[in-house]
């Protein structure tokens, strides 16, 4: 299917915001692009990207004659956005977003579109740990899932446009329930965030001399909890806040699994630990197999004896790791 609009308005425009700009505008996908922020030296740092056509501070002002509307910004701040957009939105246009949660969205966005408008959530599982408008790059979406939750009234054929739209910037897509995407994010991506934060947190409380022994001798492992614990803070605190109910869910589950293996490690139980981490393994595994991540070693690094592998499977959404 062939997709193109004739004005993209992305109201935040930083990561994953400046990556649509930059694929969208390589494959020809819009005409227009306007950008809105609510920081002048951010709009200004976009227009000395050239990221789009059309630079300004107000929401609204941004939006007008666009036919497609993309929310890039904190998903704190959708509330306060769509009350603003709202009566400027164009009747036929698509509104989407790219935030980590998803039912959230819904909720706080549905009541402040109008008729005619066609609501279409969406969640692009691609990203980095960097953040702004020189953070991003036209092939972060390539081989990555982007999933939306179209709200019950959008008629297929726009769910379909938007679909194109995502597939034309290198995406795989996927539409599902809202509360389902909620839960699944919540362990794949919103859980291991949190744990990563956490370690990186306890680090931070040590003793100056420990601490500076970690730093220093820092394995694989602590090393890519750093690289998860560096993405945005304000956004991965209102993913936290929005999608409560299935972090707190995925957190039971966890705390009840680390307690069983906390009892295994303290009774010496060797096979119940062995027979854990071959599951785990497992896992691995599939991950690798569903193209999701390499088979090459230290996390897919690159090494002298071979050429750098994509490290794509590695980010994960929106101004940090995904969200």
């Known amino acids: ?53 059309i630079y300004t501070l107000d929401a609204a002002e941004a939006v007008r004659g666009a036919d497609l509307v993309i929310l890039c910004a904190p998903v704190g701040a959708y509330g306060a956005l769509a009350e603003a957009i709202g009566p400027s939105l164009e009747a036929g246009a698509i509104l989407s977003d790219v935030g980590s949660v998803k039912e959230y969205v819904h909720k706080i966005v549905g009541p402040h579109v109008p008729d ?46 938007l679909v194109a739209f995502w597939q034309a910037l290198g995406s795989n897509v996927e539409c599902m329930d809202a509360a389902h995407h909620d839960m699944v994010l919540a362990i794949t991506s919103h859980v291991p965030h949190l744990i990563a934060y956490n370690i990186v947190g306890t680090v931070a409380d040590l003793e100056a001399d420990t601490k500076s022994e970690v730093i220093k001798f820092s394995a694989s492992g602590f090393r890519d909890f750093t690289r998860i614990a560096a993405s945005d803070p304000v956004m991965w605190r209102d993913v936290f806040l929005t999608n409560r109910d299935a972090v707190l869910e995925m957190l039971g589950r966890f705390n009840e699994d680390l307690s069983r293996l906390q009892r295994a490690v303290r009774m010496g139980d060797g096979p119940a630990l062995e027979a854990l981490f071959t599951r785990t393994r497992a896992i691995r595994r599939s991950i690798i197999s569903a193209g999701q991540e390499t088979a090459a070693p230290d996390f897919g690094r690159p090494h002298k004896a071979s050429p750098a592998p994509d490290l794509s499977p590695l980010r994960e959404h929106g101004g940090g790791d995904d969200a």
């Not at 020809?28 to 002048?40: F, N, Y």
């Not at 036209?138 to 179209?150: I, N, Q, Y």
């Open 116 to 161: 005619g408008v066609r609501f279409i959530p969406g969640h692009p599982l691609a990203g980095t740990e960097h953040s702004g408008p020189s953070a991003g790059f036209a092939d972060l979406f390539a081989g990555r899932w982007c999933v939306l939750t179209p709200a019950q009234d959008v008629p297929q054929a726009d769910t379909d446009r």
């Open 1 to 53: 299917m062939s997709v193109h609009f004739r004005k993209l308005a992305l109201i935040g425009i930083g990561l994953i915001g400046s990556s649509i700009a930059l694929a969208a505008r390589r494959q020809g996908l819009v005409d227009v692009i306007s950008i809105a922020t609510r920081r002048q030296d951010t709009l200004d740092e976009a227009r000395q990207l050239e990221l789009g056509d």
